[in-house]
């Protein structure tokens, strides 16, 4: 329908803005609305953070089957990926298990710890700190393959029963089967930053004592360069 058609929406109100010139004010009602929100969104949570995620997802999805397909992908996606290590190993067969978990490619970065830093250098260097998660399932890899070779075999698939006991042999060559529940450190890195890097900042924050989301009117200043 033209009426949730972002792109046409947009393109109505670059036409409105052209013609009428600086007199009026053009109206962004149809483009709102191609988003999904009514006139009571438009006053909670909608902000430029919102808009510039349901944009850039829309050119995206315009893009498929063309010559610029992914293209926003490849101008505007940040890569992460978070890697887990044993917290405070007691000996070396410990100390070498990792596990990496990779992103998909997403944009705009949002970028958290804003209350707590001066800036945006400052608050890049805080979200790659290592987090401890207590209690984790280091062997959840081990677990899964084991209940699918069970399940395998009450079905008779021979054929799943061999990849996963390969899958097992690979795991536990690799000394990754894990020790069970432990503490590890869980840390983000990036694996590709785009060649435009749109930032979010997470100024919504959960306030416990009121039971709502407030947002954070600290100062967080940004220079001219950013040094990654």
């Known amino acids: 329908k033209r009426e949730s058609d972002v792109m046409f929406a947009l393109q109505c109100l670059i036409v409105r803005l052209a013609s009428e010139g600086g007199d009026r004010l053009a109206s962004a009602r149809q483009l709102i609305a191609s988003f999904g929100w009514d006139s009571d969104d438009t006053l909670t949570q909608q902000d430029v953070g919102e808009f510039v995620q349901i944009f850039l997802d829309t050119i995206e999805e315009n893009m498929k089957g063309t010559q610029a397909e992914n293209g926003v992908s490849k101008l505007f996606a940040c890569v992460e990926c978070y890697v887990d290590r044993l917290h405070k190993p007691s000996n070396e067969r410990m100390r070498s298990w990792v596990r990496h978990r990779d992103t998909p490619p997403h944009w705009p970065f949002t970028l958290h710890h804003i209350q707590e830093c001066e800036g945006v250098e400052e608050a890049f260097e805080k979200m790659c700190e290592p987090d401890v998660i207590e209690d984790f399932n280091t062997s959840d890899d081990k677990d899964e393959i084991s209940k699918g070779i069970k399940k395998a075999r009450e079905k008779g698939d021979k054929d799943a029963v061999k990849e996963l006991e390969e899958m097992m042999e ?59």
């Open 170 to 228: 690979k795991l536990m060559a690799e000394g990754k089967e894990g020790f069970g529940k432990q503490s590890i450190e869980r840390r983000l890195c990036f694996k590709s930053l785009p060649m435009v890097l749109c930032i979010n900042l997470q100024r919504l924050q959960f306030c416990p004592q009121r039971g709502v989301a407030i947002k954070i009117n600290s100062r967080f200043g940004f220079g001219a360069t950013l040094d990654l």
